[in-house]
């Protein structure tokens, strides 16, 4: 957009390089030019200001193959004003002289043109086809095709318009259509994820089936390896009953000598004693024979006494004393030869 500066009385105004000025008074052309920069007098002048720069216009053009059916054809034109006189002639581009903007809406009027004439070409493009052929087509050549044929409407250049490039985007019938026309491709796509399904379970069943074989082989070698292991177990219980009892029995052996030993040794000292007491005994009964009654029985006594218990208190009767006194008076018996 220019830039216009007040003055009094006159104004200046400056574009940019991308927009052609066009200054005219009383239908003169006084300046014309891109990136013009001059004075004026706001109630004489009429100035247009015409885009010299590429722009893209979208476009979407809906045509009717041979088999009746509609398809959407968007796309994207690129153009340029290549004579921008002619379209400051032809086409409004007036600006406002207070504020610089247009006082219409050309670019729009220039588009509502140009979508015309794609339209045109598309359908001049495409009129021989089908369905299929259409959805089918090189959106590229097809753009081509366009670009030549809009290259060579009259009505574009009387505008000074030129066509740069149309580029076409995926071709699309109605969504009923398009729906129907996937179905067998989604078939095919279904059947084909339906046997990778297939597969992949049948693998994973005999994945499955291995490893309860390996489970089944593992538990029967370990079921193996615990019999062995009682197996094992019951030998070496047997072999130590076994040694315990070989050790019980030398042990009792061994303790039934000791105890025969013990026994006879005791039975033999206990001779000796015998023998020894009977030597004694025979040795004092020998040494007693020549002694007298009297000193047999003060013997007695002496012995007896010696094995009676603690007497504190003895009482003598005179019947006792008499009785030991008589007795003791009587003459001894003689002895009797053996």
């Known amino acids: 957009m220019a830039t216009i500066t007040r003055y009094p009385f006159v104004r200046h105004i400056r574009g940019t390089a991308t927009s052609h000025l066009e200054h005219r008074v009383g239908g003169e052309v006084r300046h014309a030019g891109p990136g013009a920069a001059f004075w004026f ?11 010299v720069d590429d722009r893209e216009q979208a476009v979407l053009v809906r045509v009717r193959t041979t088999d009746l059916q509609e398809v959407s054809v968007p796309g994207t034109v690129t153009y340029r004003f290549a004579d921008p006189t002619a379209a400051a002639s032809r086409v409004d581009f007036g600006i406002d002289l207070g504020s610089g903007r247009w006082r219409e809406t050309p670019l729009e009027t220039v588009g509502a043109m140009i979508h015309g004439a794609v339209w045109a070409a598309v359908t001049a493009a495409v009129a021989d086809l089908d369905l299929l052929a259409m959805l089918r087509l090189d959106t590229a050549e097809l753009g081509q095709s366009v670009t030549s044929r809009l290259t060579a409407d009259g009505r574009l250049a009387a505008i000074g ?19 129907a026309l996937q179905t067998p491709a989604r078939e095919l796509i279904q059947q084909d994820a339906d046997k990778a399904t297939f597969e992949r379970r049948a693998v994973a069943v005999e994945r499955e089936a291995a490893i309860g074989e390996n489970e089944l082989a593992n538990q029967i070698e370990l079921a193996r390896r615990q019999e062995q292991l009682i197996a094992q177990k019951g030998a070496n219980a047997r072999r130590n009953a076994q040694e315990l009892a070989a050790a019980d029995a030398i042990a009792a052996e061994a303790e039934a000598s000791r105890t025969l030993a013990v026994a006879n040794a005791k039975a033999a000292a206990d001779r000796a004693v015998g ?5 004694t005994e025979k040795a004092t009964l020998a040494a007693y024979e020549d002694v007298s009654r009297d000193v047999l029985l003060a013997l007695a006594l002496r012995e007896l006494a010696q094995h009676l218990p603690s007497i504190d208190q003895l009482v003598l009767t005179p019947d006792v004393i008499t009785g030991l006194v008589s007795r003791l008076a009587l003459p001894a018996p003689a002895s009797t030869e053996r």
């Open 41 to 51: 007098r706001p109630l004489q002048a009429v100035i247009s200001e015409v885009p």
């Open 275 to 279: 023998q020894a007491a009977a030597d």
């Open 161 to 179: 318009v030129e066509v740069v490039e149309v580029r076409f985007a995926v071709l699309r019938p109605d969504p009923d259509v398009e729906r």
